[in-house]
T-cell receptor
Framework: NAGVMQNPRHLVRRRGQEARLRCSPV?????VYWYRQLPEEGLKFMVY????????ESGMPKERFSAEFPKEGPSILRIQQVVRGDSAAYFC????????????FGPGTRLTVL | QKEVEQDPGPLSVPEGAIVSLNCTYS??????FMWYRQYSRKGPELLMY????GNKEDGRFTAQVDKSSKYISLFIRDSQPSDSATYLC????????????FGTGTKLQVIP
């Protein structure tokens, strides 16, 4: 009865490299949300996806960031050409339904950009 | 001005004390109100979920929402050392999906 799984838990990248963060939702959940948590700040919504569709990416930076949730496999948050300001904890959440269901959070991926 | 304001603390209380955690908000469209608990290096865990104004009780936890004042509270009775964590308030409007706006969190330490 696994919850939301995220990997890796810790990721270190040098400036200019790519970071790929993975999220496997709770079994049976078809809705995935990505959040970013900067030190001393609250969680910030980034993107909401359903299988093979991006529903709302209004919280995503326009450049370098992309997300997908393919028909098979985990959801991926990709950050290209990372900069030090990308260092943060990235959380994935999943839910069964649109809007009214509770979101269950994963343990997060802590990205450090050197 | 942030949409949701929350005192970051830290808040230290002795074991057994009643804890009061609070948030204020500015967006009158918010209808759903939540409290999450986040242990260090872990993901947030939903504690309480309320719709519109009123009170909700669950064991030692009571959530209060006052929409007229744009103010929400979480009370923890008989606090335990295991309650030591960061508590995040969160809220959303009645859109078709929940894009939740979080407070910055209040760090609570319950001292044995």
């Amino acid at each position: 009865n696994a919850g939301v799984m995220q990997n890796p838990r810790h990721l270190v990248r040098r400036r200019g490299q790519e970071a790929r963060l993975r999220c496997s939702p709770v079994k049976g959940h078809s809705h995935v949300y990505w959040y970013r948590q900067l030190p001393e700040e609250g969680l910030k919504f980034m993107v909401y996806l359903q299988k093979e569709n991006i529903i709302d990416e209004s919280g995503m930076p326009k450049e370098r960031f992309s997300a997908e949730f393919p028909k098979e496999g985990p959801s991926i948050l990709r950050i290209q050409q990372v900069v030090r300001g990308d260092s943060a904890a990235y959380f994935c959440a999943s839910s069964t339904a649109d809007g009214t269901d509770t979101q269950y959070f994963g343990p997060g991926t802590r990205l450090t950009v050197l | 001005q942030k949409e949701v304001e929350q005192d970051p603390g830290p808040l230290s209380v002795p074991e057994g004390a009643i804890v009061s955690l609070n948030c204020t908000y500015s967006n009158s469209a918010f209808q759903y109100f939540m409290w999450y608990r986040q242990y260090s290096r872990k993901g947030p865990e939903l504690l309480m979920y309320t719709y519109s104004s009123g009170n909700k009780e669950d064991g030692r936890f009571t959530a209060q929402v006052d929409k007229s004042s744009k103010y929400i509270s979480l009370f923890i009775r008989d606090s335990q050392p295991s309650d030591s964590a960061t508590y995040l308030c969160a809220m959303s409007d009645s859109g078709g999906y929940q894009k939740v706006t979080f407070g910055t969190g209040t760090k609570l330490q319950v001292i044995p």
